[in-house]
């Protein structure tokens, strides 16, 4: 018989699973580090983490098989739209499916919508960091004045900025089982 969490979290999806819980743990922290230190989520850790989290599902049966094979799909294929427009890395699509794989489709949807906020509040704090903000917004705002006589000019973009969004993946998640009930 496996260990479960409490039983508020019985329904949040696969979380409901100590193990999925532990793996899921386990992989975001060392996104995380890895992430901070190289700036890439390496293959090994994703692929492990989609491989643990749908062998763990398939064990409690077919109803939290399909949640995490969902959970895995819903995950990679929203980031996947980001990815193929220069949004985000591969290693980010991956961190998110794999999430998705283990936390089941009830809560990485709450944890995409996290994410995306957090993803979002990350990118405005490099940019004040960077003391960048109102020379990008005032770029933005001339390019969007492309209709005025003269507001084609070319405009020299500035360099792109990086955000970890591994981190933004990691919180989201934590955020979507606390207020999901499954911590």
Same mark, same amino acid.
């Given at each position: ?20 819980? %532990? /793996?899921? !743990? ?7 580090? +890895?992430?901070?230190?190289?700036? #890439?989520?390496?293959? &090994? ?66 944890? %995409? /919508?996290? !994410? ?7 990118? +405005?704090?490099?940019?004040?960091? #960077?003391?960048?903000? &109102? ?49």
């Amino acid at each position: 018989m496996q260990p479960t969490l409490p039983s508020s979290a019985a329904n949040a999806g696969n979380v409901d699973s100590l193990p999925a819980f %532990l /793996v899921l !743990t386990v992989m975001l922290t060392i996104a995380v580090y +890895i992430e901070l230190k190289e700036m #890439r989520i390496p293959n &090994w850790l994703t692929l492990s983490g989609m491989s643990l989290g749908l062998l763990i599902s398939y064990f409690h049966g077919t109803p939290a098989f399909v949640s995490s094979l969902f959970g895995l799909l819903i995950g990679f294929g929203f980031l996947f739209i980001f990815y193929v427009f220069g949004g985000v890395g591969g290693g980010d699509v991956k961190l998110m499916g794999a999430a998705g794989a283990l936390m089941g489709s009830g809560l990485i949807k709450p944890a %995409l /919508v996290y !994410t995306a906020f957090i993803g979002a509040f990350l990118a +405005i704090m490099m940019l004040i960091w #960077r003391k960048d903000f &109102w020379t990008r917004m005032g770029l933005g705002f001339k390019q969007l004045a492309f209709w005025r006589k003269g507001g084609a000019t070319e405009l020299t973009p500035p360099t792109p900025i990086v955000v970890p969004y591994g981190m933004a993946i990691a919180l989201g998640c934590l955020l979507a089982l606390l207020v999901g009930g499954a911590v």
